[in-house]
């Protein structure tokens, strides 16, 4: 168990540019999560796989946004046009069922700076 | 939809003192609730978690929390906080019907001092 791993840990970026994140979940965990963390508040969901299959997400995911896991594995969120709105940590995290069952093993997050 | 409020954002306490962080939650049906604890420069870890059973939940560093369903309640407690129990504290809930996505409060940064 290697744990959660993001890429990059920290992304500078100019707004209107595009950025993409990477997450590796824990091998087997086939639920994989993004969520965001802005300075004071509590994570927010953003969205949620079930192996490859993207199951919910929420309003905060404008049309600029989107997620991917092709292959049940690892996941991309890809965030288009920046804007200095989007300044956040995002985090990932995995688990390998529901909630009653099992909890959410996060990664570290990607800070991302839109200047 | 679900909700979660922590009314503290941040309390200072003394090494060996007693602790409560709060936390009220909202919700039209049963829930899970949760709390994460996140140290200096690590992820969030689960500290404890309350499903069904027994509303007393404990966690193996002696805090515990109770879900109190009249009063929509899932304070975390610790009688003697030692300083490495310094870190950010965050309640969530999940719909135990859906069981997907967790919502979590602001967060609650618990300060100890000697």
């Known amino acids: 168990d290697t744990g959660v791993s993001q890429d990059p840990r920290h992304k500078i970026t100019k707004r209107g540019q595009n950025v993409t994140f990477r997450c590796d979940p824990i091998s087997e965990h086939n639920r994989l999560y993004w969520y965001r963390q802005t300075l004071g508040q509590g994570p927010e969901f953003l969205t949620y796989?079930?192996?490859?299959?993207?199951?919910?997400k929420s309003r905060l995911l404008s049309d600029r946004f989107s997620a991917e896991r092709p292959k049940g594995s690892f996941s991309t969120l890809e965030i288009q046009r920046t804007e200095q709105g989007d300044s956040a940590m995002y985090l990932c995290?995995?688990?390998?069922?529901?909630?009653?069952?099992?909890?959410?093993?996060f990664g570290n997050g990607t800070r991302l700076t839109v200047t | 939809a679900q909700s979660v409020t922590q009314l503290d954002s941040q309390v200072p306490v003394f090494e060996e003192a007693p602790v409560e962080l709060r936390c009220n939650y909202s919700?039209?049906?049963?829930?899970?609730l949760f709390w994460y604890v996140q140290y200096p420069n690590q992820g969030l870890q689960l500290l404890l978690k309350y499903l069904s059973g027994s509303t007393l939940v404990e966690s193996i560093n002696g805090f515990e929390a109770e879900f109190n369903k009249s009063q929509t309640s899932f304070h975390l407690r610790k009688p003697s906080v030692h300083i490495s129990d310094t870190a950010e504290y965050f309640c969530a809930v999940s719909d135990n019907q859906a069981g997907t996505a967790l919502i979590f409060g602001k967060g609650t940064t618990l300060s100890v001092s000697s």
């Open positions: 919700s039209s049906v049963s829930v899970y």
């Open positions: 796989f079930q192996n490859e299959a993207q199951l919910e």
């Open positions: 995290a995995s688990s390998p069922r529901g909630l009653q069952s099992s909890p959410l093993h």
